[in-house]
Nanobody, 114 residues
Framework: QVQLVESGGGLVQAGGSLRLSCAAS????????MGWYRQAPGNQRELVAR???????NYNDPVKGRFTISRDNAKNTVYLQMNSLKPEDTAVYYC????????WGQGTQVTVSS
């Protein structure tokens, strides 16, 4: 069973930054992709960013230019650097990892105050 442990959420003012971390219990190269979804109250879960095993990345339009996904292979960890945060970024952020199935982290709350 794969475990994904997230950290780094919290409360920040608009314009501020946070970095989320997602540590996997196995070598992250074994996953086809890893990344982050988020879910705000009353909304569906939406993709934020993902990084593929080959290193390519993609981002959902609302976060392009502000968020950066990266990974540290030695630490089996994926990061999401979030800059220029907006109140509409407030959500629970979930790490995921995919091979023949999708694994999820427990979620971490990000709250951006105006």
């Amino acid at each position: 069973q794969v475990q994904l442990v997230e950290s780094g959420g919290g409360l920040v003012q608009a314009g501020g930054s946070l970095r989320l971390s997602c540590a996997a219990s196995r070598n992250i190269f074994t996953f086809n992709a890893m990344g982050w979804y988020r879910q705000a109250p009353g909304n569906q879960r939406e993709l934020v960013a993902r990084i593929f095993s080959g290193g390519s990345t993609n981002y959902n339009d609302p976060v392009k230019g502000r968020f950066t996904i990266s990974r540290d292979n030695a630490k089996n960890t994926v990061y999401l650097q979030m800059n220029s945060l907006k109140p509409e970024d407030t959500a629970v952020y979930y790490c995921f990892a995919g091979d023949i199935r999708i694994y999820w982290g427990q979620g971490t709350q990000v709250t951006v105050s105006s």
